[in-house]
């Protein structure tokens, strides 16, 4: 996944976050466009779990990224 520059949603990898339209944009075709989507708190470490630190993790299906507090949050969208 793609982290977004406002610290508060993300997109599918390759492609690019367009803040000011709210939307994912593809590099290639920029008409091409998905909705970007918001970030989901973390929580504890457990082995099967993708690791953002070693105090915090997200499930396996999402990608860490940082929010504006500093803090972690989750990327519901895999790597």
């Known amino acids: 996944a793609v ?3 406002d ?3 993300c997109c599918p990898q390759d ?3 367009n803040v000011a339209a709210g939307s994912c ?4 075709d ?3 466009s998905v909705p970007w989507v918001a970030k989901v ?6 082995p099967s779990n993708q ?14 990224c940082r929010l504006s507090s500093g803090k972690w949050g989750c ?3 895999p790597q």
């Open 7 to 9: 610290h508060i949603h």
């Open 51 to 64: 690791k953002c630190d070693e105090t915090y993790a997200c499930p396996d299906s999402s990608t860490c």
């Open 30 to 32: 920029l008409s091409v």
């Open 41 to 46: 708190p973390t929580f504890a470490v457990a």
């Open 75 to 77: 990327c519901p969208l």
């Open 15 to 17: 492609t690019v976050c």
């Open 3 to 5: 982290c977004c520059e």
């Open 25 to 28: 944009d593809d590099p290639a």
